[in-house]
């Protein structure tokens, strides 16, 4: 049996092939197309997802698509004309964008099948591909299930409960009562671009201090006893579709927002981080509710606001939970993995036979086709055997290298296929990775990879983190040793490599510890600000020479500058 996973009418557009359980091929279309969290239809994704499963249209039997637009279309009329003065924004949003999002997918589908003996085609709600696709991926029999985002069809957040194949729904929030939406506000008010900015606000939040706003921001978000969401909607406009995230009570409250690109004040970090440990506490009070309800030794949890992994960190430290699984495409880009599974597992029933522990599913390139790519470019490269040793050497020079090896990664995080790698002993590392390479804002931290073997000398995690998703501390005694990846908090988003799953990579790590005698690499992702991860030899050669990147190991290639 043969699946195709579609996410198309949400941003990161992406597809995936899954066959008889077995999750083959998944990429998002921006990787592809080239346009940083696309809306367009996947269809680039699609035809290379296909290839790599090495499979046909003709050999698809069902395709699952994380949407299912008549849900809570009730609930939303009512919500409309009851609170939106002008109903053009509304029906812009829900209706006429809609409208054109399936009518694309119909186009599509009427290019490459007959319409009654084509793959039959399941639309399913936004939720149940966020969390519940995502439970029948993780290796747990039995969890707890949380979905957080801005919204789906209409719902916010989902809570329940996972055994087997069976899922039970305990309660869902509805819009405007949204964690995602609170969230994006104050990313906004912070100067960034809301849902999509998201994890510069987290990165901001340690610079401020919490306490200077944090009775505020309590008295907005309430956690029933049920685990419903209500937020106090006098401080944001999000609500009326259109304009400003932010009211004017919120101003009030908190300062005048920073403009974009402009300077940071105290106020404005403070700010962050007062919504920042909110949102963390919330969502502890719904982890503890889910808790007791089912007694579950793990959670799942899926959602765009399952990416914040400073949130996850707590988690794993102050929940009742032994640990938490985020699948690596945590956004609306896994709901395409997540709606197949749930049809697969869900509704088909099918025996759960996936763990969706390796993100490299995407495409890779062989050494023949990368020195096409070179010479094309009438560049000169060195074949080199040993592309581990070479690497690690050069790292160990304080070189910053991109590196781009083997199958590329599922998801917002570089883990190891498609990243710029370099020493984090070097106290200057930081500043200048930020300002000569990702050209972005002076404050941002990156994220450390070190082997499974060897992490707990460095860092306070009791689990495991292969997709880079749970924050931690640095140990007080190795934060000087590791200035570039240290927060100002003193934390890290850590990666633990496992040689089983991204070999060359771990080779690179141990024979960096080798030379330095610590066995840990910044990792940050292969591009520039404003570009997706680069997925192609020729995308990893452009943006090689459009930064300060000292070498660039690619395949068994290095370019040096």
């Known amino acids: 049996m043969v699946i195709l996973g579609l996410n198309y009418y949400f941003h990161d557009s992406t597809a995936c092939i899954i066959k008889d359980g077995k999750l083959l091929a998944a990429i998002e279309e921006e990787?592809?197309?080239?346009?940083?969290?696309?809306?367009?239809?996947?269809?680039?994704?699609?035809?290379?997802?296909?290839?790599?499963?090495?499979?046909?249209?003709?050999?698809?039997?069902?395709?699952?698509?994380?949407?299912?637009?008549?849900?809570h279309w009730f609930r939303k009329s009512i919500?409309?004309?009851?609170?939106?003065?002008?109903?053009?924004?509304?029906?812009?949003?829900?209706?006429?964008?809609?409208?054109?999002?399936?009518?694309?997918?119909?186009?599509?589908?009427?290019?490459?099948y007959d319409h009654k003996q084509g793959p039959k085609v399941h639309f399913i709600e936004h939720h149940l591909t966020?969390?519940?696709?995502?439970?029948?991926?993780?290796?747990?029999?039995?969890?707890?299930?949380?979905?957080?985002?801005?919204?789906?069809?209409?719902?916010?957040?989902?809570?329940?409960?996972?055994?087997?194949?069976?899922?039970?729904?305990?309660?869902?929030?509805?819009?405007?009562?949204?964690?995602?939406?609170?969230?994006?506000?104050?990313?906004?008010?912070?100067?960034?671009?809301?849902?999509?900015?998201?994890?510069?606000?987290?990165?901001?939040?340690?610079?401020?201090?919490?306490?200077?706003?944090?009775?505020?921001?309590?008295?907005?978000?309430?956690?029933?006893?049920?685990?419903?969401?209500?937020?106090?909607l006098s401080y944001f406009n999000y609500q009326k579709i259109v304009g400003k995230r932010c009211s004017k009570k919120f101003y009030e409250t908190?300062?005048?927002?920073?403009?974009?690109?402009?300077?940071?004040?105290?106020?404005?970090?403070?700010v962050a981080a007062a919504f920042q440990r909110v949102l963390e506490e919330k969502v502890l009070e719904i982890c503890d509710i889910l808790y007791k309800k089912t007694k579950a030794d793990y959670l799942v949890i899926a959602g765009g606001v399952a990416l914040n992994s400073v949130m996850n960190g707590r988690i794993i430290r102050e929940s009742s939970f032994k640990d938490v699984y985020v699948m690596p495409a945590a956004g609306d880009n896994g709901t395409a993995?997540?709606?197949?599974?749930?049809?697969?597992?869900?509704?088909?029933?099918n025996e759960r036979n996936y763990v969706h522990d390796n993100p490299y599913l995407s495409t890779s390139y062989s050494n023949?086709?990368?020195?096409?790519?070179?010479?094309?470019?009438?560049?000169?490269?060195?074949?080199?055997?040993?592309?581990?040793?070479?690497?690690?050497?050069?790292?160990?020079?304080?070189?910053?290298?991109?590196?781009?090896?083997?199958?590329?990664?599922?998801g917002p995080r570089a883990l190891g296929s498609r990243s710029i790698l370099a020493n984090p002993a070097f106290p200057q590392m930081k500043d200048k990775i930020n300002a000569q390479i990702k050209f972005r804002e002076a404050y941002r931290p990156f994220a450390p990879s070190s082997t499974l073997e060897s992490y707990k000398d460095y860092f306070d995690l009791r689990v495991e983190d292969p997709f880079m998703l749970k924050v931690c501390n640095v140990l007080l005694d190795k934060q000087q040793i590791l200035p570039a990846i240290t927060h100002v908090d003193g934390s890290a988003r850590l990666q633990t490599v496992d040689r089983d799953t991204h070999p060359l990579y771990h080779d690179v790590i141990t024979k960096l510890g080798i030379k330095?005698?610590?066995?840990?690499?910044?990792?940050?992702?292969?591009?520039?600000?404003?570009?997706?991860?680069?997925?192609?030899?020729?995308d990893a050669l452009r943006c090689f020479y459009s930064n300060g990147l000292d070498a660039l190991c690619i395949g068994n290639y290095v370019i040096e500058k």
């Open 31 to 71: 990787r592809l197309n080239r346009d940083k969290h696309t809306q367009a239809f996947p269809e680039l994704a699609i035809q290379r997802c296909l290839k790599l499963a090495g499979l046909t249209f003709a050999d698809v039997d069902h395709v699952a698509v994380s949407i299912k637009p008549t849900t």
């Open 79 to 112: 919500y409309a004309l009851r609170n939106i003065k002008s109903i053009l924004p509304f029906a812009g949003h829900h209706v006429v964008n809609a409208y054109a999002k399936q009518r694309r997918f119909w186009i599509w589908y009427n290019n490459n």
């Open 130 to 232: 966020h969390v519940a696709g995502t439970f029948f991926v993780s290796p747990y029999k039995e969890a707890a299930l949380l979905g957080i985002d801005g919204s789906g069809e209409w719902a916010t957040t989902w809570i329940g409960h996972g055994r087997d194949n069976n899922i039970k729904k305990f309660g869902e929030s509805f819009f405007p009562h949204s964690l995602g939406s609170f969230y994006e506000a104050v990313t906004e008010f912070c100067g960034f671009k809301p849902n999509y900015d998201e994890g510069k606000t987290m990165g901001l939040a340690p610079m401020g201090n919490s306490e200077t706003f944090i009775d505020q921001v309590r008295k907005i978000v309430e956690i029933k006893e049920d685990g419903q969401v209500r937020i106090d």
């Open 254 to 270: 908190f300062g005048e927002p920073r403009m974009p690109n402009g300077e940071f004040q105290q106020y404005h970090m403070d």
């Open 337 to 349: 993995i997540g709606a197949a599974y749930y049809l697969y597992n869900g509704i088909l029933k």
């Open 368 to 410: 023949e086709e990368i020195k096409a790519a070179i010479d094309k470019a009438k560049l000169k490269a060195e074949f080199v055997e040993d592309i581990g040793e070479r690497a690690a050497l050069l790292l160990e020079e304080g070189k910053i290298i991109g590196w781009f090896q083997g199958t590329m990664e599922i």
């Open 516 to 538: 330095t005698g610590v066995p840990v690499v910044l990792n940050t992702s292969f591009n520039i600000q404003g570009e997706p991860v680069v997925e192609s030899p020729f």
